[in-house]
């Protein structure tokens, strides 16, 4: 079959549109494999689908982020109440705050802004870029990205005067290996980034086919953000990014899950507060496993969220699809008949094969 420029179009698009998408979202398209989520809601008021949405800047970095709450004690309550949530759980269930941050404006996201999206998608999204702006491979922020990251900053600064977690004794730093993500963390952090972030290929963006979403080598990653520690088996070249191919709705969900089930296992997060930078299309399937409503992230806009992780007992899991959210999707099924997720569809075409569909990565 041949593949033409407009069956690798998004539709809708999503990952290089400043507005983040449309207000849907895909629904849950793959069972929960380690770990069953949930949002508690209560906390932020981005998770209230009856509460009307309000811009992220100004409003919701004058309200503290969207806390409930707006007590100077507010995040002492948050921290108390999160902690008693655990205290009263049942065995294997935790609960941790996830605040989670799309990169501010890129290059593409410029470029999108001036050409048009219908054009976009049909064409350009596939070029390097044209007489005005270069986009292709991995663009960097463009001035308006980095001042709505230091926006950010602003507020994390403001609220640590009233004990937001923002320290690496209580938080725990994730970024995707594109650089608008490296310097998006960088700029929202700034000295407040004590802790080390760790990149994991799982939280890029949607991969392939569009030049902006090709990432740079590891050595070039390790230069530009030297502080930050690369995942172990991340290969130098990207090996999931082809012209021809599209990653889908359900191949993020797959890996959004394998990420999430991985910060929740051993060797994840041991930190309640947990931050991960990464980018619109990918976190828009990560709203939709956790469970929480269609909720569009615009370039530098961050929604925080709590969130429940249940274990999944091995008998809620029947012929490959699981009872723990009225999902009754199958489960992927690679080459070798195990659960998990072959780019293409091939095991290990472009170097790289889930082998499990759980911490395969």
Known sequence: MTVTMMDLGDRPAVAAVKAGGPSS??????????????????????????????????????????????????????????????????????YKVFFLGRHGQGWHNAAVDVIG????????????????????????????????AREVCKVWKREKEFGAPVDK?????????????GQTMQESFQELLTGVPEVWEDWREI????????????????????????????AEEDP???????????????????????VFSEGGAEELYVSITSHSAILRNVLAVLGHGPYPLQTGEMIPVVIKATPVKQEQKVNGRSGTNGTNGPADTNSNGVNGHAVNGQAGSNGHAYTNGVNGH
């Open 25 to 94: 979202d895909p629904g849950v398209l793959c069972p929960p494999q380690k770990f069953d989520y949930k949002i508690v809601k209560g906390f932020f008021v981005q998770n209230d689908p009856s509460i009307p949405r309000v811009a992220f800047e100004p409003t919701l970095l004058e309200r503290n982020f969207g806390l409930v709450d707006t007590s100077p004690e507010r995040w002492a309550n948050l921290d108390r109440d999160v902690k008693r949530l655990q205290a009263d759980a049942e065995d294997g269930v935790q």
């Open 117 to 148: 999206v219908d054009p976009w998608e049909a064409y350009w999204t596939f070029q390097y870029g044209n007489d005005e702006f270069t986009w292709g491979p991995d663009p960097e922020l463009t001035p308006e990205g980095i001042r709505q």
């Open 169 to 181: 004794e209580r938080m725990k730093w994730y970024v995707s290996p594109l650089t608008r993500t």
């Open 207 to 234: 991969y392939g086919s569009h030049t902006c979403d090709l990432r740079s080598t590891r050595t070039q990653i390790a230069e530009r953000f030297p502080t930050f520690m690369i995942e172990k088996g991340f």
């Open 240 to 262: 999931l990014w082809t012209a021809d191919y599209r990653e889908t709705d359900k191949e993020m969900q797959i890996r959004s899950r394998r990420a999430f089930d991985r």
